[in-house]
């Protein structure tokens, strides 16, 4: 994978970010769009539905949001990092088909307040396919921003689990995963302070 090339994914991401998130210096969703060859990013509170979201027609049935429900996945048992879940939050019975059918997904941008005021406000992400997540590893983004719940990652982390899952391509997550440590680097040495130099 050249690292200068767009990352060439098949399931298409729809980033929504909340208007004070795009603000935030170490947000990670821009990064995140501009690696993939598929991918939007839009910033708004509430849209009519996935279609305007997206900016073109597109079936919801085959759509996917990550979830920002009560669902624990790590009490599920399957082993799994990417849980697609029923309105209960209970898993589906037939994950692989869930999963593998896939055209899109979307990721809601900005702090844990935030992205739950952009799930109330569209409620159009009802009809999408509930995801969620069980990562192996915590955050690495909580080297230089506090994620509130174990499981709850970075959006670029997010969509390299997601899309790494998906379509069974590891080095998505690669690629993604390094832009992010590259990321927290460069933020580290912004934040140290400069050194006194002894004569």
Request: proline fraction near 8%; aromatic fraction near 6%; avoid cysteine.
């Amino acid at each position: 994978m050249n690292p200068s090339e767009p990352i060439d994914n098949r399931v298409f991401l729809l980033i929504l970010q909340h208007p004070r998130e795009k603000r935030e210096a170490l947000a990670t969703a821009a990064l995140t769009a501009a690696m993939l060859r598929r991918a939007a990013l839009v910033v708004g509170l509430s849209w009519a539905n996935l279609g305007r979201a997206l900016g073109r027609p597109a079936d919801p049935r085959r759509w996917g949001v990550l979830y920002l429900g009560s669902a624990r996945p790590r009490t599920f048992a399957l082993e799994r990092d990417v849980v697609a879940v029923d309105r209960y939050g209970k898993p589906e019975t037939n994950q692989p088909t869930m999963l593998r059918d896939l055209d899109g997904a979307v990721l809601l941008d900005g702090s844990w307040s935030e992205a739950k005021a952009l799930w109330w406000r569209n409620p159009w992400l009802l009809k999408l396919r509930r995801l969620v997540l069980d990562p192996q590893r915590p955050s690495h983004y909580n080297r230089i921003r506090r994620e509130p719940r174990r499981e709850a990652l970075s959006t670029i982390e997010a969509a390299a689990l997601l899309l790494a899952r998906v379509e069974g391509r590891p080095e998505i997550a690669l690629g993604l995963n390094t832009a992010l440590d590259a990321l927290i680097a460069e933020a580290r040495n912004h934040a140290q302070p400069p050194r006194s130099e002894t004569l």
